[in-house]
């Protein structure tokens, strides 16, 4: 059974940064595409971030694009979301999913939850004003 554990949350300030973790296990590998999704009270899931399984391809939100960055160690199955200049409107529930797939997609593509096969159980992020 595959398993997709986050870590990393927490409470900021405004203008501060968090690094989040996805530690894969079970029957996810590097063979993946990987993304992260948030939704915060009262709002749907939405799209952060996602990564090709070579790690050579990267998709952003255009909410996100310059203050955070994703990234993945294949060797140790974990993808990492370096969340930088952080906003109140980024207060949220982060969520990392896999997907089976080496395939290049589009960006379009990447940002579907129904896209993805596996999804962790979320970690919070509080950033306060």
């Known amino acids: 059974q595959a398993q997709l554990v986050e870590s990393g949350g927490g409470l900021v300030q405004a203008g501060g940064s968090l690094r989040l973790s996805c530690a894969a296990s079970?029957?996810?590998?590097?063979?993946?595409?990987m993304g992260w999704f948030r939704q915060a009270p009262g709002k749907e899931r939405e799209f952060v971030a996602a990564?090709?399984?070579?790690?050579?391809?990267?998709y952003y939100a255009d909410s996100v694009k310059g203050r955070f960055t994703i990234s993945r160690d294949n060797a140790k199955n974990t993808v990492y979301l370096q969340m930088n200049s952080l906003k109140p409107e980024d207060t949220a529930v982060y969520y990392c999913?896999?997907?089976?797939?080496?395939?290049?997609?589009?960006?379009?593509?990447?940002?579907?939850?129904?896209?993805?096969?596996?999804w962790g159980q979320g970690t919070q992020v509080t950033v306060s004003s």
């Open positions: 999913a896999a997907r089976p797939s080496i395939i290049y997609y589009s960006a379009t593509y990447y940002s579907r939850p129904d896209k993805y096969d596996y």
């Open positions: 079970g029957r996810t590998g590097s063979a993946h595409a």
């Open positions: 990564i090709h399984w070579s790690g050579g391809n990267t």
